[in-house]
């Protein structure tokens, strides 16, 4: 329990300067923050006692007690996760999901903020989708990033570089007790609305295999989307 509760007080400060808050309110070195995902204190600057995470709907996803460096709730999971086991990638249940220590709204939150659009493919009108893949090893550290799918003019690099800016701390996926790495991939439609008209992708999204290669086994995270506009529309 020490690694953890390392790992736990060090996302407190990371995850509090990523905050955008609507209420909170101080009394000496205490601030009481709650918005629209998440609610607790923050302390000298770190998170303390109990926090609450919550997803798009307001329903209670996640609750870690950072003073017990303890993880108190975590909402009911069923579906399968793809792991690490017996010297394999396999898709599995597991009594504790992998998942970003926070709230999934503020982790796709923050990858929207940070997405930019390169500037090769926005001068050359490449739209498409790219995927990355990483992996969640047992220390609750994501790495070995992979884009699996690109569209070509550093649009998969730019997804790489969004998921690193992400403050890097994940539960573990457990399993009869045994902890294990993790994979996941995530999609990013990159898309260019050329006087008023979408430009259609030059590499369909999702394909199976990419260069005749079977894209990793990964438990598939939300797509996220980024698209911008050019030209003038004339009224």
């Known amino acids: 329990?020490?690694?953890?509760?390392?790992?736990?007080?060090?996302?407190?400060?990371?995850?509090?300067?990523?905050?955008?808050?609507?209420?909170?309110?101080?009394?000496?070195?205490?601030?009481?923050?709650?918005?629209?995902?998440e609610k607790g204190i923050i302390e000298n600057g770190f998170k303390t006692g109990i926090w609450e995470y919550y997803d798009s709907l307001g329903i209670l996803e996640l609750s870690v007690d950072y003073s017990n460096a303890t993880l108190v709730y975590i909402a009911p999971d069923t579906t399968d996760y793809v792991i690490f086991e017996?010297?394999?990638?396999?898709?599995?249940?597991?009594?504790?999901?992998?998942?970003?220590?926070?709230?999934?709204?503020?982790?796709?939150?923050?990858?929207?903020?940070?997405?930019?659009?390169?500037?090769?493919?926005?001068?050359?009108?490449?739209?498409g989708c790219v995927c990355v893949s990483f992996e969640v090893d047992t220390l609750g550290k994501s790495g070995n990033y992979e884009i699996v799918q690109d569209i070509g003019a550093e649009c998969g690099d730019e997804l790489i570089r969004v998921l690193k800016l992400v403050p890097n701390y994940w539960l573990v996926a457990t399993k009869n007790s045994k902890?294990?790495?993790?994979?996941?991939?995530?999609?990013?439609?990159?898309?260019?609305?050329?006087?008023?008209?979408?430009?259609?992708?030059?590499?369909?999204?999702?394909?199976?295999?990419?260069?005749?290669?079977?894209?990793?086994?990964?438990?598939?995270?939300?797509?996220?989307s980024y698209t911008i506009e050019k030209g003038i529309i004339r009224k």
């Open 179 to 224: 902890i294990y790495k993790s994979r996941f991939i995530i999609h990013c439609d990159f898309g260019i609305n050329l006087y008023g008209k979408k430009l259609e992708p030059r590499i369909s999204k999702r394909k199976k295999t990419i260069n005749n290669q079977t894209i990793p086994m990964a438990r598939e995270l939300d797509t996220i």
């Open 86 to 127: 017996n010297n394999e990638w396999v898709k599995s249940k597991v009594d504790i999901p992998p998942r970003y220590i926070g709230s999934t709204v503020e982790f796709y939150k923050l990858l929207n903020d940070y997405i930019d659009y390169p500037a090769q493919a926005r001068y050359r009108d490449v739209v």
């Open 1 to 37: 329990m020490g690694n953890i509760k390392k790992i736990l007080t060090i996302t407190t400060g990371l995850l509090f300067s990523c905050q955008l808050l609507f209420f909170s309110f101080s009394f000496g070195q205490k601030v009481y923050v709650k918005n629209e995902y």
